[in-house]
Nanobody, 122 residues
């Protein structure tokens, strides 16, 4: 049984910061882990991903503002979100999947968490 559990979502003023965390359990194919966001009327978007070697990829829409990393002490996946904008409002999902050369390929991710809401206000 695969489980991905996100935490850290909430409401924040534009320009502020949030830190999302994800813990994985079960037989998870974690060659790649990342974060996908979905907002009503918007396409599903892989905002950040990291592979088993620690290489990362960040979507252009959040480049320079979001950082993906692993917490080795807690064995957790983290997403640090700074300089948040209104357009960042979405449900953010922790995802895991098989290896791909393109880390932002949404088809690479087969396992999803329940999602956590991030709301950015003006």
């Amino acid at each position: 049984q695969v489980q991905l559990a996100e935490s850290g979502g909430g409401s924040v003023q534009a320009g502020g910061s949030l830190r999302l965390s994800c813990a994985a359990s079960g037989k998870v194919p974690n060659a790649i882990m990342g974060w996908i966001r979905q907002a009503p009327g918007n396409e599903r978007e892989v905002v950040a991903a990291i592979d088993s070697d620690g290489r990362t990829a960040i979507a252009d829409s959040v480049l320079g503002r979001f950082t993906i990393s692993k917490d080795n002490v807690k064995n957790a996946l983290l997403l640090q979100m700074d300089s948040l904008k209104l357009e960042d409002t979405a449900v953010y999902y922790c995802v895991a999947g098989h290896y791909t050369d393109f880390l932002l390929d949404p088809e690479a991710f087969d396992y999803w968490g329940q999602g956590t809401q991030v709301t950015v206000s003006s």
